[in-house]
């Protein structure tokens, strides 16, 4: 267990529950659940509400359990479940790893150069000019199937490489054919700008045009990039489908589709969207999803709108060998104090901060501003800017510590995260998955602490 020596001085509140709106225009924050503790019951138990998941089991041993559960469902559009497997109890103990150098670790051996894939000239100078070296095994598998024309579900966790697996080929695609247009679709705001920039960094002087169509921004700018030749268009289902029913995206038109991040847009309500714009793009278009998981939700779709698809299933352990697991204990009144006497320790030297809703994500990050810690928050409430502001000060290491909601979970590849840390704890399994997936990236190592309450 990590230990510090703080005192117990005084308690942070993140209890109030606001009021939350949703809407399909507003797909940069996950639709994550209102989430507050009650006072523990006789056997040591913490409600929770709504969702069906619950925590157990915080003591390395396991001879100390303490459950924190909950119940009730999630409604709304697309319904259902959040992170692909909600458990009764997640043993926080089970996944305490304190010297994962010593797992053992399958090494994939490389198929494939970036030359045997036989590109353009300029597509092979500019994959090596972004420092792509030597296919990773998703590149490795998924490339030669797509630019064959396959149909293709790829299986594979975020830092694995998947938006050049997926840019490359269809790249090379519109370099030799020139009238593709490319749909790519994405649970967030900040992924669809992120593949944007991966995109223009791979296609250099090419006149490969993209627009980027995303809710949480003005609608006219991506009017306006809709009204030129594109060859690719990055959005989220929301915004995308606004642009359809008014007639700036033409369904017809599109010859690719790509979903990334597959098993988060259906989370996110985003199906019927999805499932709109699928149906009105021709049938004839080749079609790639790209997904962490493979749900019951994701299996229909693929049964629906993909032909004779080939799955590649790259996916690593849930819990990665690169980053050190570990709990951190705390008293009730102390753990603010226990969070800045850890981030004053040197090994801290860039952290992601997780907490549950976007007022607690807000408040944190001010008061360890006034405790003297550099940081800055990204949630929903803050607008594209703020959060384009507050991503490029973290990456440029103007501050220490990002905190977060989960909508940072996936789709944010910021380099040489040294630490994650669990302040609220995530409603499901693959959330906390997702989480520390955020250190440890690559051939980095990284450490993650999830902050549990004593008894």
Do not use: W
């Not at 005192?7 to 529950?17: D, G, I, L, Q, Y």
């Not at 250099?204 to 006219?220: L, Q």
């Not at 019927?272 to 009105?280: E, W």
């Not at 940072?408 to 995530?426: E, F, K, M, T």
Request: charged share 25%; aromatic share 6%.
């Amino acid at each position: 267990m990590y230990k510090t020596n703080s005192r117990p001085t005084r308690s942070t509140s993140t209890n109030s529950r606001p009021k939350r709106a949703f809407s399909s225009d507003s797909s940069s924050e996950s639709r994550s659940p209102r989430r507050s503790f009650s006072r523990p019951t006789g056997n040591g138990s913490f409600s929770r509400s709504p969702r069906s998941a619950s925590f157990g089991g915080f003591s390395r041993g396991g001879s100390s359990r303490r459950q924190f559960s909950s119940s009730g469902s999630r409604g709304g559009n697309g319904g259902g479940r959040r992170g692909g497997r909600q458990l009764s109890t997640f043993d926080v103990s089970k996944y305490i790893n304190l010297n994962p150098v010593a797992a053992k670790t399958e090494v994939y051996e490389t198929k494939h150069k970036f030359s045997d894939f036989k590109l353009e000239k300029n597509l092979t100078e500019a994959i090596a000019a972004a420092g792509l070296e030597t296919p990773s095994p998703i590149q490795d598998q998924v490339i030669p199937l797509i630019l064959e024309g396959n149909d293709v579900i790829g299986l594979a966790q975020t830092g694995t490489g998947k938006t050049a697996a997926f840019l490359i080929p269809t790249i090379q695609k519109t370099l030799k054919q020139r009238g593709y247009l490319t749909l790519i679709l994405t649970p967030t705001r900040e992924l669809a700008i992120q593949i944007e920039q991966e995109l223009k960094k791979l296609t250099p002087k090419m006149g490969i045009y993209s627009t980027v169509c995303v809710g949480g921004m003005n609608i006219m700018p991506q009017i306006r990039g809709l009204r030129r030749r594109n060859h690719f268009i990055i959005g989220t289902p929301g915004r995308v489908q606004d642009l359809i029913d008014r007639g700036h995206i033409k369904p017809g038109a599109i010859t690719h589709v790509i979903l990334d991040e597959a098993d988060r847009m259906l989370d996110m309500g985003f199906i019927h969207d999805i499932k709109q714009i699928l149906k009105d793009i021709p049938d004839e278009r080749e079609t790639l999803f790209f997904s962490a998981t493979m749900s019951k939700s994701i299996e229909g779709l693929v049964h629906d709108f993909l032909r004779n698809p080939i799955t590649i299933s790259v996916r690593k352990a849930d819990i990665t060998n690169s980053i050190t697991q570990d709990v951190v204990r705390y008293e009730h009144h102390s753990k603010f104090e226990t969070l800045v006497s850890l981030l004053k320790e040197p090994a801290f030297e860039r952290v992601i901060i997780f907490g549950a809703m976007k007022h607690s994500v807000e408040k944190l990050s001010q008061e360890l501003i006034h405790a003297g810690v550099t940081a800055d928050a990204i949630h929903g409430n803050k607008s594209h800017g703020q959060r384009q502001r507050a991503l490029k000060r973290f990456k440029d290491g103007q501050i220490k510590v990002l905190v977060a909601t989960d909508v940072a979970a996936r789709g944010i590849h910021i380099d040489d995260v040294s630490h994650v840390i669990n302040y609220d704890l995530p409603s499901t399994y693959e959330d906390y998955v997702h989480r520390i997936g955020r250190t440890g990236r690559g051939s980095k190592r990284g450490q993650a602490l999830t902050f549990v309450p004593n008894k």
